[in-house]
């Protein structure tokens, strides 16, 4: 199928609005919700000054898009969930309908002007990441990842590849289950939930498993440097885990989104909110930030260079996009608005859901739009739910099927026009985009590099990570050497004593691949380091030695964690020892259990940790919400979860909605009874046995008792009606 299509470049003029004394857009209260087309659409959408919206896509050439990435010739692919909440019970959303489409510029105009549908016949794709001719993707409630590759140029994928294998079936609601599928700067590829990254190697994916959930749910990205921001939807958190690579443990920092961050700013009353009153304000706005997703770091050319380096945010039932400023502070990451109570993006449009962002190569920012009227997974908008009659009331639940892509331009600097032809160049020539000053170019030189494993570019790579005046270059150079397993020690010495803090940090990032049996010289290296000048030299160091059992590299970490000024590497190597006896805890309860109970609770825990913990916190406390209604309540030294096991196994199976010991919470639990006995069994076996809570596992057969029980129950429970239940 090939369609013209167009980019929408003349400015709109958009809708007159009133503004406050300081400038602030006054809240629409009653706005429309009637569908608007796309001009009209960005006639509602309002930016800060220099910047415009340029469409590029929208339907009926686009559905429900919820990702979008492009290959080496500039070839950008289309994730859609066209599946997703056709209703406001999400009637058929699992059936294998939805699509990946391609888009390109076939005439270099710097337009696009043809797509074909790339896949079809796809359960709601989730994860897309182009290599070479070659595009991953993952569908929701798999866990396999497949290649898919056009053979003969007519835009449509003829072969596929099982390049991950992993039969087991994801059951958990798809809001909770992993995106991102990022190619970072170290060569590895890496998720939000599960606690593994992966390595390209031949033509599979090759699994390294990490300590931790990195956590995060919907979206990931990495700036520059390497560093991933991940979100928490469930736990109404915007960034999180960002102070530290996953690799080495998951870690957040009392203090790290100073001020009032949490809470967004819209333009736009704000009905259809999970939570309910309690996070709206006076003026029926959004208080807190809750569907927080599709997060990017701008790392192109082509916006003001203040831009460079600021995370942006997604919040589509806020109808808007954060624009963050990143401060580090000593090895401390923090997060600022970059606006006083205003957003970078906020739309008046009811049926605006921005819930991706991406650096393109133009070097402009573009925004996935999924234009959707439900913004909610059917577990919270079942019958009795608040959402539900929101939903119906504002007739949400009729607009279905569409979508819009944008990009955000500034209005002095023009797009980059260039057409990439990477996949047609040599890897000589590949080398020259590692000096790009737009990282997608850079970003994509090193994978195909790599990639290709071509090592007769290696004198020249040596030559650009020796003398490349640019320090990112450098660093491109260096990760790309090591990815081809060229990197020579010499080099790699140098890079350690490098001028420029960030190259040394990546020279000790590095420096864990060449650890085979200790390595004393590089150990010589490192401990020069120790009272390097930058703080985050160290915190590297301190990480990089972390897993690493030799004498002298523990002793290198124990100077680092107890000298004063390297505090954010104190409290990461704290929180690892505290998770280290935690484990150890666990594991000597689990050796005085019987078999099949340790079995549980060994399974229960990795159920917490990718789904439990991003509402109810990693240690079972709650979550840290600035001082506002965290989204669900504490598991720990919890009197419900200590007492009657029928209790929790009705929650888990039906959900539960309303007050808990008088307090209402942001979240209403889902119910999770499309997961079998044995799940349900693992979950609550696990949160019974940790978190100072002391009760006896559960065994499948209760969990199937109450099942049958309650076979014809359709609604959330209340803690009332489970109170009233005798035995």
Known sequence: MALSMFVYTCKVTQY??????????????????????????????????GYHLELVASEPMVSQPVAIAW???????????????????????????????????????????????????????????????RLLVNETYSNNIYSYEDTNGDGVADVKKLVYANDSHDNKNLEHQKSGLIWNLDNRIYVT??????????????????????????????????????????????????????????????????????????????????????????????????????????????????????????????????RAKVIDSAGMIMLKNAYDRQEFLAS????????????????????????????????????????????????????????RIYRIVANRIKPNKEKPHMLEQSSAELVQYLSNPNSWWRETAQKLIVLRGDKSVVPALENLANNSPMALARIHALWTLNGLGALNENLLFKALKDDNAQVRKTAVWISEDFMSNNNPALLDKLDALKDDTSADVRFQLGLSLRYNKNDRAQGIVNYLANNPTNGVLAKSQKKYDDVVAARKLIAEKER??????????????????????????????GINNGGKTPPAPPLANNKDVNGDPDKLIRILLYGLTGPVDGKVYANTMPALNGNDDNYIASAISYIRSDFGNKAHTVTPDQVKKIREENATRTKSWTMDELNAIKK
């Open 16 to 49: 007159p609005v009133k503004r406050d004394a300081d400038g602030r857009i006054l809240v629409n209260p009653h706005p429309s919700k009637d569908y608007l087309s796309p001009e009209e659409s960005m006639k509602h959408i309002y930016l800060q000054k």
């Open 71 to 133: 290959d080496g010739d500039g070839r950008m692919y289309v994730a859609e969930m066209n599946t997703y909440m056709q209703d406001v019970n999400g009637t058929g959303e699992g059936k294998s309908t939805c699509k990946i489409v391609r888009m390109e510029d076939t005439n270099g105009d710097g337009e696009l002007d043809k797509e074909t549908v790339f896949i079809d016949s796809l359960i709601l794709p989730r994860m897309i990441l182009p290599l070479d001719n």
């Open 193 to 322: 939930v599960d606690p593994v990254r992966y390595r390209f190697t031949g033509d599979k994916l090759v699994a390294d498993s990490m300590q931790e959930s990195p956590g995060g749910q919907w979206g990931l990205t990495h700036d520059d440097y390497g560093r991933l921001y991940f979100s928490s939807a469930g736990g109404e958190t915007p960034a999180v885990n960002f102070q530290q690579n996953p690799y080495y443990g998951y870690l957040d920092l009392r203090g790290e989104l100073p001020g009032n961050f949490i809470e967004p700013w819209p333009i736009i009353a704000t009905p259809d909110v999970q939570g309910g009153l309690p996070r709206l304000r006076p003026d029926s706005t959004l208080n807190h930030f809750t569907a927080c997703t599709g997060q990017s770091v701008y790392t192109g050319d082509r916006l003001p260079a203040d831009m460079k380096g600021d995370l942006l945010i997604c919040e589509p039932v806020g109808r808007l996009i954060r």
């Open 348 to 403: 008046s449009d009811m049926n605006f859901r921005p819930i991706n962002t991406v650096t393109g190569p133009d070097g402009c920012l573009y925004v996935v739009d999924m234009y959707h009227g439900i913004i909610q997974e059917s577990a919270w908008t079942a019958k009795g739910s608040y959402l539900r009659p929101q939903i119906l009331r504002a007739g949400l639940d009729r607009n279905i099927g569409r979508g």
């Open 592 to 621: 005085m259990m019987r078999e099949a109970d340790r079995l549980l609770v060994t399974n229960g825990a990795v159920i917490f940790k990718s789904l439990c913990a991003s509402c109810h916190g990693e240690d079972g406390k």
